[in-house]
């Protein structure tokens, strides 16, 4: 009688994962549909806010605060900052295009106006409200927030910042050694010689040749530091 050689067929292991994964399609397909619609959806509203808003939106802000800077190179201060018949000013444009460069920028703008007309809390309150990734700007900018704490008679904060300021863009001679000297007179005036002596130290240490770097001895020589 021949041997029966028939041997049970093992189910092909690739064939056992095409079941499975036809399975998890067929019980969830509804759902991976509806979360690839959803992504598809989110994506494409970031494409289109990008190109249809975004980019609009920047040009228009952009073309707005041409004519405001304008106004203020021209120390026109009430126009550059309300704008005319025509033109928005600053305080309109952070308003109309808020989220866009410009109306950054245009808080910069307002902080240096309010400062020059006197008004220091608005110019501490637009100064703050801005940033920038330039260096030189952003030490200006500070040197003008610490000018509206020195104003509203915050001098030790106002020393602080002016250190800062100096600190921001050290390769600025002129700049950073007038921030130091600041900070240090400010410091002086309040009686606190050992951080005034500091910012004295750093003028005469980093920037021997600027103005201040010129004069600084003298104001050494009065704290006992020669």
């Not at 397909?29 to 989110?42: E, H």
């Not at 980019?55 to 120390?75: G, H, L, M, T, V």
């Not at 400062?115 to 700007?137: C, M, R, V, W």
Request: glycine residues 6%.
């Amino acid at each position: 009688m021949a041997e029966n050689t028939n041997v049970p067929v093992q189910p092909d292991a690739s064939m056992e994962v095409v079941d499975k994964v036809t399975g998890f399609w067929q019980q969830n397909s509804k759902n991976i549909l509806i979360g690839l619609t959803v992504i598809i959806v989110v994506a494409g509203g970031i494409v289109g806010y990008k190109y249809l808003v975004a980019e609009p939106k920047e040009k228009s802000a952009n073309d707005a605060i041409f004519r405001a800077q304008q106004y203020f190179q021209q120390d026109s201060l009430a126009l550059a900052l309300n704008g005319d018949a025509t033109n928005p000013g600053f305080l309109k444009i952070m308003d109309k295009y808020s989220g866009t460069k410009a109306a950054n920028l245009a808080h910069f703008y307002a902080g240096a106006i309010y400062l020059k007309q006197g008004d220091f809390a608005n110019a501490e309150k637009h100064l703050k409200d801005f940033s920038t990734s330039s260096l030189q700007i952003s030490a200006r900018a500070k040197s003008l927030l610490a000018d509206t704490y020195a104003e509203q008679g915050k001098k030790e904060e106002a020393a602080k910042l002016y250190r800062e300021a100096a600190a921001i863009f050290e390769k600025d001679e002129f700049n950073s050694a007038e921030y130091l000297f600041r900070s240090g007179y400010l410091y002086e005036s309040l009686g606190k010689n050992k951080e005034a002596i500091e910012s004295y130290k750093l003028i005469k240490e980093k920037y021997p040749r600027s103005e201040r770097g010129f004069e600084v001895d003298k104001y050494l020589a009065r704290l006992g530091e020669l």
